[in-house]
């Protein structure tokens, strides 16, 4: 079965930093670009960022540019968003999304359930 | 990184077709074929309904169907269900390696 299972969300402080964990199976993970995906509450998606296959490519949404960081372990098939100088404007459902390309530009066809990230002192 | 502009809402009867139009700009749909869109009920995980503009995954019914004309891509779902009543979203690549949604649109089926 294809799945994608987050974890690491959670309770932090403003300013305070976190890491979100994507395990992927049933697919070649190395085989496709991956992305991070945000909703916070009662609001729309937001794409956070994205990595390519072989990690060569990444892009970063301007909300979160200089702040997180995305990285990939092929041989642990899993995903990472570090996350750092949180704002209260982070607080959201994160989502890990699987790219039908190598490249950070195709439509992400498989997504996980999400990990919550509340930042609130 | 500007959000692609959809309405945020339509609504529709059983049985008839609805629209929904995602603008955006020379930078991102205009310039790439690499339009998706998704579907999102309450509480669950988004749904992708049409990738590369137009095309359909496996699964995906028929009657949902995208198009694109100038920097403005479509989803139109004909033969309006009661379980098509959801948030859609539609997203575009943007160059760089970015991507970019769109603020979503609620669909009321009456």
């Known amino acids: 079965e294809v799945q994608l299972v987050e974890s690491g969300g959670g309770l932090v402080q403003p300013g305070r930093s976190l890491r979100l964990s994507c395990a992927a199976s049933?697919?070649?993970?190395?085989?496709?670009?991956m992305h991070w995906v945000r909703q916070a509450p009662g609001k729309g998606l937001e794409w956070v960022s994205g990595?390519?296959?072989?990690?060569?490519?990444?892009g970063y949404a301007d909300s979160v540019k200089g702040r997180f960081t995305i990285s990939r372990d092929n041989a642990k098939n899993s995903l990472y968003l570090q996350m750092n100088s949180l704002r209260a404007e982070d607080t959201a459902l994160y989502y890990c999304?699987?790219?039908?390309?190598?490249?950070?530009?195709?439509?992400?066809?498989?997504w996980g359930q999400g990990t919550m990230v509340t930042v609130s002192s | 990184q500007s959000a692609l502009t959809q309405p945020a809402s339509v609504s529709g009867s059983p049985g008839q077709s609805i629209t929904i139009s995602c603008t955006g700009t020379s930078s991102d749909v205009g310039s790439y074929n690499l339009v998706s869109w998704y579907q999102q009920h309450p509480g669950k995980a988004p749904k992708l309904m049409i990738y590369e503009g137009s095309k359909r995954p496996s699964g995906v019914s028929n009657r949902f169907s995208g198009s694109k004309s100038g920097n403005t891509a479509s989803l139109t779902i004909s033969g309006l269900q009661a379980e098509d009543e959801a948030d859609y979203y539609c997203?575009?690549?943007?160059?760089?390696?970015?991507?970019?949604f769109g603020g979503g649109t609620k669909l009321t089926v009456l």
């Open positions: 999304a699987k790219d039908t390309y190598t490249t950070v530009a195709g439509a992400f066809d498989i």
């Open positions: 049933g697919f070649t993970f190395d085989d496709y670009a």
């Open positions: 997203c575009s690549y943007a160059g760089s390696s970015t991507k970019v």
């Open positions: 990595i390519s296959w072989n990690s060569g490519s990444i």
